[in-house]
C-alpha cells in the first residue's frame, strides 16, 4: 500500500467521524438544517474516497473517474448547501446542480485527451475551486454580523478555492498525476494533492463544526438569560450585558445612563381583574420597551414588575427625556383584558455612571431614585445625581 492508499484510508475514516459529528449536532437541534446537509457532505466524502481507492481495480477507469468527480463534486454542492442555510442565504440548488451535470460531461468528454493534458487537469480541478469560491461568497453574502471565526472561515474557502485552482500547475511541476488512473495513488502528486486536501477538507470542517457549536451555545445562553413571558433579558442576562456595555462606554469616554421602572399598583391589576391581564401589562410594556430601545441600548426585566434599561452615549438629562417620554407613551397605551377607561402607570428611576463608580453601584443609584417616584405619588420619574452616588439609598422591593 502507497502513501496516497494511506492517506485515502486515512480521510474515509476523518470524513466518516465529521459526518457522525455534524449529525450528532442535527439530532441535538433538529431545527438545524445546516448541519444535516453538512452532515450528508460529508457522507459523500466517504463515497468519493472509497471510489478513489477502488479505481485501480477497472482495467477500464472512465467511468469510475466520472463518477469519483460527481461524487466529491455533489458534495461540495451539498457543504454549501449546509452553508447557506447556517448564514441565511438562498441555497443556490439550480445553478450548482447545472453545474454539477456540466462538469461532469466535461469530465467524461475530456478522458480522451492526453493524460498530462493541462486542459483536463483543469477540467477535473477547475469546477472544484469555483465551487469553493462560490461558498465563500455564500458566507460573505450573509446579512447577519459575522464575527472573526467567520471570517476564518471565509478565508480558509478562499485559500482552498486557490489550491484547486494551482492542482494542475502543482501536477505539472510533479512529474504528471500518472501514466493512467489506476497509476494516480502511486505518484508524488497524489500524495501532494491528497495530503493538500485532507488540511484544507479538515479545516473547512472543524470550522463549520466550531460556527455550528458556537451557535449552539449561543442560543443555549441566550434563552438561559431570557425572561420568557417579556422576551426581554431576565436579571441575570441584563446584569451582564448591562456590565459589558458601561464597560465599553467607559472605555469610548461616553456617558451612561440606567433608567430603573416599575409598574404602579401591579399587584391590584392581578387581583382585581386576573394573572392573565396581569400578564398582558408586563407584555405591553415590555414590547414598548423594546420598540423604545436603540440597537446598542440593553433591556430586562429584573423583577416581578420591575424593568431596567441602561442607554450608553446618554446623560443624565437626556436618560430623564427618555423616561419621561416612555411614562407618557405607557400611560395612554391601551391594555387588552382591562376596561376602556383604565390605564396603567409606571415610575421610573433616573441615574448616570458617576467616575470611579461600578454598575452594582449605579444600579442602587437608580433604584433609590424609583424609591423616591413612589414615594412621591407614582406615575413620576426622579433621577439620581453623582454627587449623591456615596450614600445608600433604601432599595425598593418592586411591591407595586
Not at 438569560?225 to 441575570?236: C, K, M, P
Request: aromatic share 10%; with cysteine.
Amino acid at each position: 500500500m502507497g502513501s496516497a492508499d494511506f492517506i485515502l484510508m486515512i480521510n474515509f475514516v476523518v470524513a466518516g467521524l465529521l459526518a457522525a459529528a455534524f449529525m450528532a449536532i442535527a439530532v441535538y437541534d433538529t431545527g438545524r438544517v445546516s448541519a444535516r446537509w453538512l452532515a450528508f457532505s460529508y457522507l459523500l466524502g466517504m463515497a468519493y474516497f472509497a471510489i478513489e481507492f477502488s479505481i485501480p481495480a477497472f482495467a477500464d477507469a472512465r467511468l469510475p473517474v466520472v463518477a469519483a468527480f460527481a461524487v466529491l463534486f455533489g458534495a461540495t454542492v451539498a457543504f454549501n448547501g449546509g452553508l447557506a442555510h447556517k448564514y441565511d442565504v438562498r441555497p443556490p440548488w439550480a445553478p450548482m446542480l447545472c453545474f454539477l451535470v456540466v462538469a461532469s460531461v466535461a469530465v467524461y468528454l475530456v478522458q480522451d485527451l492526453p493524460r498530462q493534458s493541462l486542459t483536463r487537469m483543469m477540467a477535473y480541478q477547475l469546477p472544484y475551486a469555483t465551487m469553493q469560491f462560490a461558498a465563500l461568497g455564500i458566507v460573505l453574502s450573509s446579512r447577519q454580523r459575522l464575527a472573526r471565526l467567520d471570517h476564518v472561515l471565509a478565508l480558509v474557502l478562499g485559500a482552498s478555492a486557490v489550491q484547486f485552482a494551482s492542482k494542475p500547475l502543482i501536477a505539472g511541476a510533479l512529474g504528471g498525476w500518472g501514466a493512467n488512473p489506476q497509476a494516480y495513488v502511486q505518484t508524488a502528486y497524489a500524495l501532494v494533492s491528497q495530503s493538500l486536501g485532507t488540511v484544507f477538507g479538515l479545516a473547512l470542517a472543524l470550522l463549520a463544526l466550531a460556527v455550528l457549536v458556537r451557535d449552539a451555545l449561543n442560543e443555549a445562553t441566550s434563552k438561559s438569560e431570557t425572561d420568557a413571558l417579556s422576551r426581554l433579558l431576565n436579571r441575570r442576562g441584563f446584569e451582564r450585558h448591562a456590565d459589558l456595555a458601561m464597560r465599553d462606554a467607559v472605555r469610548r469616554g461616553v456617558p451612561v445612563a440606567l433608567v430603573i421602572a416599575d409598574l404602579d399598583y401591579f399587584k391590584s391589576i392581578n387581583d382585581s381583574y386576573g394573572h392573565a391581564c396581569g400578564d398582558r401589562v408586563i407584555e405591553s410594556f415590555a414590547s414598548f420597551l423594546r420598540e423604545a430601545a436603540a440597537e446598542h441600548h440593553v433591556a430586562g426585566r429584573i423583577g416581578g414588575e420591575e424593568f431596567a434599561i441602561i442607554l450608553p452615549g446618554t446623560n443624565l438629562a437626556a436618560a430623564r427625556l427618555f423616561a419621561e417620554g416612555a411614562r407618557n407613551a405607557f400611560g395612554a397605551l391601551p391594555i387588552e383584558g382591562l376596561p376602556a377607561d383604565h390605564r396603567c402607570s409606571a415610575s421610573f428611576g433616573v441615574a448616570e455612571l458617576a467616575a470611579d463608580e461600578g454598575f452594582a453601584d449605579l444600579l442602587r443609584r437608580a433604584d433609590g431614585a424609583l424609591y423616591e417616584a413612589k414615594n412621591a405619588g407614582r406615575d413620576c420619574v426622579r433621577v439620581s445625581g453623582a454627587l449623591r452616588r456615596r450614600q445608600t439609598p433604601t432599595i425598593f422591593n418592586g411591591k407595586g
